[in-house]
C-alpha cells in the first residue's frame, strides 16, 4: 500500500498568512493525487486534483503542485473560512490512500 | 442539482450485519465511478470501496470479504452491504462520486451516515 504523510500535523496561523502544506508518497503516485478540505461536521470538499488542477469553484488563493513523491497545498493569503483540515489524497493504485490531515488553527 | 443522500446507519452489535445507501440525485451512478469512505470518531478518512461503471470492484483490505460494494440503476442508489462487523468499523460512512476517468478526484459527497458497532 501507499503510505501518504502530511506535515505539518497542525498549523497555526493567521488571517492573510501563506500557507504550505506538504504531502509525500511512500512510493510514486505520478500526478495522481487530490486534496479536500473538511470542516468539523461536514463531508470533505475537493479543492485540487491532478496534483495541480483546482477544482470549479474553489478560489484562486489555492494552489497545489509537485508530482512522484513529493506535493504541496498552498494557501496564499489565508481566510477566516480556510481554518479546517486538510487531507491529501492518492488515487494512482488501490488501495487508495488518504494523509492524516493537517489541522490550520487560529493563531 | 447534484447531490448525494446517505440513509440506513445505526447501531449493531459485533458480528451483526447492516446495509447503508446512498440515493444520488442531477447523474447516473451507472456512469460514474462511486466510492465509500468513512471517517472514525476524531480521525482521519479511510478509504472503503469503490464500483467502477462497468460494474468491477475494489476494497480495502481491512473490510476485503466482508463488505460488498453494489448498485441499483433503476433506483440510481449505490449500497455498502456490511458483515461481520467489528467496534473498528464504527465511523461516518460518506458515498462521493470518483471522477477518476477523468482523473479528477471525489468531487460530489453525500452528508453521512453514522455505523456504530457495540454491544
Known amino acids: 500500500d501507499i503510505q501518504m504523510t502530511q506535515s505539518p500535523s497542525t498549523l497555526s496561523a493567521s488571517v492573510g498568512d501563506r500557507v504550505t502544506i506538504t504531502c509525500r508518497a511512500s512510493q510514486s503516485v505520478v500526478s495522481w493525487l487530490a486534496w479536500y478540505q473538511q470542516k468539523p461536521g461536514k463531508a470533505p470538499k475537493v479543492l485540487v486534483y491532478?496534483?495541480?488542477s483546482l477544482e470549479s469553484g474553489v478560489p484562486s488563493r489555492f494552489s497545489g503542485s509537485g508530482s512522484g513523491t513529493e506535493f504541496t497545498l498552498t494557501i496564499s493569503s489565508l481566510q477566516p473560512d480556510d481554518f479546517a483540515t486538510y487531507y491529501c489524497q492518492q488515487y494512482n493504485s488501490y488501495p487508495w490512500t488518504f494523509g492524516q490531515g493537517t489541522k490550520v488553527e487560529i493563531k | 442539482e447534484v447531490q448525494l443522500v446517505e440513509s440506513g446507519g445505526g447501531l449493531i452489535q459485533p458480528g451483526g450485519s447492516l446495509r447503508v445507501s446512498c440515493a444520488a440525485a442531477g447523474f447516473s451512478v451507472s456512469s460514474n465511478y462511486m466510492s465509500w469512505v468513512r471517517q472514525a470518531p476524531g480521525k482521519g478518512l479511510d478509504w472503503v470501496s469503490v464500483?467502477?461503471?462497468?460494474?468491477?470492484?475494489a476494497y480495502a483490505d481491512s473490510v476485503k470479504g466482508r463488505f460488498t460494494i453494489s448498485r441499483d440503476n433503476s433506483k440510481n442508489t449505490l449500497y455498502l452491504q456490511m458483515n461481520s462487523l467489528r467496534a473498528e468499523d464504527t465511523a461516518v460512512y460518506y458515498c462521493a462520486r470518483a471522477r477518476v476517468p477523468d482523473a479528477m478526484g471525489m468531487d460530489v459527497w453525500g452528508q453521512g451516515t453514522t455505523v456504530t458497532v457495540s454491544s
Open positions: 491532478k496534483a495541480s
Open positions: 464500483i467502477y461503471s462497468d460494474g468491477s470492484t
